[in-house]
């Protein structure tokens, strides 16, 4: 029995989920907004932290669920342990600015210089 | 085949080397449709700044925005620049000169509360294409 091109399919096909599967996000479905003059290159090397919020409300810090009530101190916990780290903001693109500006507004009481706000690129930019 | 090498006929008995490329170009095949399928899902950027509260050396959240160029969304999703409302087309174009007028490369965004967060994404995006180097949001509710 030859099973060469058996072996061949199944190794593309592990090459395919190591691929995919750290991309999928469990914690929650978002729609992000599409814009055309995105970020040259991430900065700095280190993986940021990601932040989501969807459009009902809820908060998630990389996997956990956040309480609206308590999810300052794990921020400011985070930043303790690793100064350096950036923040990403992963929002509905339906949610309404008055929650995202809370949120701006506790990450820059904490500390934080800035936030990259996750965003898919479009092409074919006007002009 | 052509693996003739000159003058010299291929013996007898003994098989013409030749290379089965199909594998290679199968593997290569799948490699392009599995990258053609995963860029477009990998999400891109924004860098926004939320500038210092506690130090000086940004300018304060303006109010009376004489020298800053403030941004703002309203709910209804149009774009103002120093509180006047400005059309989407013609945004970037008005927004270089007012920049080029001010000597800034900075602008300063806030958004309505109730706006949606995508309208106020796209504003800065708007806002970058048309020369803003710095993009500050203000935490204070500014826009009406």
Excluded at chain 2, 14 to 43: E, G, H, K, Q, W
Excluded at chain 2, 61 to 71: A, G, K, L
Excluded at chain 2, 99 to 119: S, V, W, Y
Excluded at chain 2, 122 to 140: P, S, Y
Aim: proline fraction near 7%.
């Amino acid at each position: 029995m030859n099973v060469t091109p058996l072996v061949d399919v199944v190794l593309v096909l592990l090459i395919i989920f190591m691929v995919v599967v750290p991309m999928l996000d469990k914690s929650a479905h978002i729609e992000l907004q599409g814009i055309f003059n995105v970020d040259e290159d991430p900065k700095g090397k280190t993986d940021p932290w990601t932040l989501s919020l969807t459009t009902d409300g809820r908060m998630y810090f990389e996997q956990d669920e956040l309480d609206p009530d308590t999810f300052k101190t794990k921020l400011v916990e985070a930043l303790e342990r690793e100064p350096t780290r950036r923040l990403i903001l992963r929002a509905d693109r339906a949610a309404p600015y008055g929650k995202v500006r809370k949120l701006f507004a506790t990450c820059q009481e904490i500390g934080f210089p800035g936030i990259s706000l996750r965003v898919n690129e479009l092409k074919n930019k006007p002009e | 085949m052509g693996m003739d090498l000159g003058k010299k006929p291929s013996k007898p008995g003994r098989a013409t080397p030749s290379m089965n490329v199909t594998p290679l170009v199968d593997v290569v095949l799948v490699l392009l449709i599995i990258f053609m399928v995963v860029t477009p899902l990998m999400a891109k950027q924004f860098w926004i700044h939320l500038p210092n509260k506690k130090e000086d050396n940004e300018p304060p959240p303006p109010n009376d925005t004489n020298e800053n160029v403030v941004v703002t969304v309203t709910k209804a999703g149009e774009i103002l620049i120093n509180r006047e409302v400005v059309s989407e087309a013609e945004f970037s174009h008005r927004l270089k000169r007012v920049l080029a007028f001010k000597g800034q490369r900075t602008i300063f965004f806030d958004a309505d509360e109730d706006a949606e967060f995508g309208k106020a994404v796209k504003a800065m995006d708007l806002a970058r294409g048309g020369g803003a180097e710095t993009i500050a949001v203000v935490t204070e509710p500014l826009a009406r």
